[in-house]
């Protein structure tokens, strides 16, 4: 039995948008470093981002970068409040 | 009819009305992340909330009928509340014995037998708590020593069975789930000791 604590979905989702938010446009290998995540488990959940509409891609000088949207914004602001709902029961995401 | 009787079903309804709020926020949380642990906090809520919303409805009816009828209205009532109430706290021992454990790996699966675990623990607790109560009570009457120390003795028993709870979280906590248990027996072998002296 190891005693390795890992992220939640959630959370990892949370990092990604907190990584993007940080920088304001970031690409792949940056988010890879600020999130802490390999390609193999960040690559379908930028694809679960885009399709939920919180993140959106933008083209800078040929590179692939991804961008808040307002969406992604305002899913941060509730993350929150869901931390705050839980935390109360104490319990963690 | 005396109006002071609507308060119960008025508190009743506004409890129900309260749980169906947390619900809410629970639901759309849920929809927000998609995480299931706020599916289940949403369920517990809901079932918590419809259990007191049903009562409420019941008790203005049994208010409002004749005592012949309130009273098996009322028993069914009860015991409806009590299973709901008890399936919703068990979703929410559930969730709450998940997240103690899951840092765990490999542990989940083990989370029906901590399940099974905390509700004995939790069982033999009150058991305890009730014969202290009871060995008290006795003691206040009598003023016999060794009941005093019976009563203390189940005490930290029942003590050990509630330290479980803080085990769960803090693995530390064994020591005092141990030192009450210990203690508590220790008391048993002082009133041993207590009666012999009244055998003399």
């Given at each position: 039995m190891s005693f390795k604590k890992y992220r939640s979905n959630l959370s990892i989702i949370v990092d990604i948008l907190n990584a993007i938010k940080e920088e304001g446009r970031i690409g792949k290998s940056r988010i890879m470093q600020k999130a802490n995540l390999s390609y193999d488990r960040l690559e379908p959940r930028i694809g679960e981002l885009l399709r939920r509409g919180l993140i959106e891609e933008v083209v800078d000088e040929n590179k692939i970068l991804y961008q808040l949207t307002e969406k992604g914004y305002t899913f941060l602001n509730e993350y929150q409040k869901m931390k705050a709902f839980l935390d109360a029961f104490g319990l963690e995401i | 009819m005396n109006i002071f009787l609507m308060l119960y079903p008025t508190f009743e309804f506004a409890s129900g009305v309260l749980a169906i709020v947390v619900a809410l926020r629970a639901l759309r949380n849920y929809n927000l992340s998609?995480?299931?642990?706020?599916?289940?906090?949403?369920?517990?809520?809901?079932?918590?909330?419809?259990?007191?919303?049903?009562?409420?409805?019941?008790?203005?009816?049994?208010?409002?009928?004749?005592?012949?009828?309130?009273?098996?209205?009322?028993?069914?009532?009860?015991?409806?509340?009590?299973?709901?109430?008890?399936?919703?706290?068990?979703?929410?021992?559930?969730?709450?014995?998940?997240?103690?454990?899951?840092?765990?790996?490999?542990?989940?699966?083990?989370?029906?037998?901590?399940?099974?675990?905390?509700?004995?623990?939790?069982?033999?607790?009150?058991?305890?708590?009730?014969?202290?109560?009871?060995?008290?009570?006795?003691?206040?009457?009598?003023?016999?020593?060794?009941?005093?120390?019976?009563?203390?003795?189940?005490?930290?028993?029942?003590l050990s069975h509630m330290s479980y709870f803080i085990r769960m979280r803090f693995g530390v906590a064994l020591v005092l789930e141990n030192s009450f248990r210990f203690l508590g027996l220790i008391l048993f072998i002082v009133m041993l000791s207590e009666t012999k002296k009244v055998e003399k």
């Open positions: - | 998609g995480e299931k642990i706020f599916l289940g906090y949403e369920i517990a809520f809901l079932l918590i909330g419809t259990s007191s919303l049903l009562r409420s409805i019941i008790l203005v009816e049994t208010i409002l009928s004749s005592v012949r009828t309130a009273i098996p209205v009322n028993a069914f009532s009860e015991m409806l509340q009590s299973i709901l109430s008890l399936v919703s706290y068990l979703v929410l021992l559930y969730y709450q014995l998940k997240t103690s454990y899951e840092s765990i790996e490999e542990s989940l699966e083990l989370v029906p037998f901590f399940m099974i675990s905390t509700g004995i623990n939790f069982i033999n607790a009150l058991i305890l708590l009730y014969l202290s109560l009871s060995v008290l009570i006795r003691y206040i009457n009598s003023r016999k020593r060794s009941q005093m120390i019976v009563s203390l003795g189940y005490f930290l028993l029942s």
